[in-house]
């Protein structure tokens, strides 16, 4: 079964430093991968996904995500933080032969003045 | 383009009292549905999904059940309410043919059961 991983259930960073958020995934096949942000009280907006197009893959709000293979990971990061990317991320891989997701527990992401 | 509605916003319920969540999705047929719960600090649990209707398979045995009586309207639903029912629940759609389609999601209901 496919499982995804998030490293770090918190991340501190201060505003204008790099921001990354790693996400590591188990499967057999290449998997179709996302990122989403959900801000307090709110549901999860896509900020990217990756489908085999190319391995690095840009979203909005000025994140990526570079597509690993030998490493299995999908790392999320902006250049710059800003105080309006404090909010929780998750990763998610597609289900192969499903159309479910497994989503990873989630980072929350905090940014200091 | 699409839209998804979710209602309603917050809930507050007692126990043993039912439930009865209701979401739609707008400019588009035949969508996968689902249905989501988050616990503070636990992520997603998927409860149920739908790839049409009268089509619902449950992720995990629960005092839930969820319904979809037209093309775009998936309900969620329980007899009695237990405290453990409590939660943000989320539904979201995609679009029906790609596993590589993302989910949509609902702006989400917060329950707690008193």
């Known amino acids: 079964a496919q499982s995804v991983t998030q490293l770090g259930s918190h991340v501190s960073v201060s505003e204008g430093a790099l921001v990354l958020l790693r996400c590591n995934y188990s499967s057999s096949v290449p998997p179709y991968l996302f990122w989403y942000v959900q801000y307090p009280n709110q549901g999860l907006q896509l900020l990217l996904k990756?489908?085999?197009?190319?391995?690095l893959v840009k979203g909005i709000n000025g994140f990526e995500a570079e597509f690993k293979k030998s490493e299995t990971s999908f790392h999320l990061t902006k250049p710059s933080a800003h105080m309006s990317d404090a909010a929780e991320y998750f990763c998610?891989?597609?289900?192969?032969?499903?159309?479910?997701?497994?989503f990873g527990t989630g980072t929350r992401l905090k940014v200091l003045a | 383009s699409q839209t998804i509605h979710q209602w309603p916003a917050t809930l507050v319920q007692p126990v043993g009292s039912p439930l009865s969540l209701e979401c739609t999705v707008e400019?588009?047929?035949?969508?996968?549905l689902y249905w989501y719960r988050q616990a503070a600090g636990r992520g997603l649990q998927l409860l149920f999904y739908s790839v049409g209707i009268g089509q619902i398979s449950s992720e995990v045995p629960q005092n839930l059940s969820a319904s979809r009586p037209q093309d775009r309207q998936f309900i969620l639903s329980s007899k009695k309410l237990l405290l453990s029912d409590s939660g943000f629940y989320l539904c979201?759609?995609?679009?029906?043919?790609?596993?590589?389609?993302?989910?949509?999601f609902g702006d989400g209901t917060r329950l707690s059961i008193l």
């Open positions: 979201a759609w995609s679009e029906g043919v790609d596993s590589n389609q993302p989910q949509h």
């Open positions: 400019g588009t047929s035949n969508p996968n």
């Open positions: 998610a891989v597609s289900d192969s032969g499903t159309y479910k997701y497994i």
């Open positions: 990756y489908t085999s197009a190319a391995t």
